[in-house]
């Protein structure tokens, strides 16, 4: 159940979005580039399926996982 990982693992991190690779027929499937609040980019890609999606300049708050086992959410 990855929701247990992150909440044992996870790390809560404020980030802004500066990228959105949208995919699929009708572009419902969004893989966003996320920066941290030190500058740097996040490897990991957050993945976000629907409408409603984050747009870039807009801040979030993620809990992920620091070895990458675990896909990323976004915090509640």
Request: glycine fraction near 14%.
């Amino acid at each position: 159940m990855p929701e247990a990982a992150l909440e044992a693992r996870g790390v809560r991190e404020g980030v802004v979005v500066v990228a959105d690779s949208a995919t699929g027929k009708d572009g419902k499937n969004h893989h966003l580039t996320l920066r941290a609040a030190n500058g740097e980019e996040l490897e990991e890609r957050f993945t976000y399926n629907g409408s409603g999606v984050p747009r870039v300049g807009e801040r979030l708050d993620v809990i992920r996982d620091p070895e990458g086992v675990v896909p990323m959410e976004q915090a509640g």
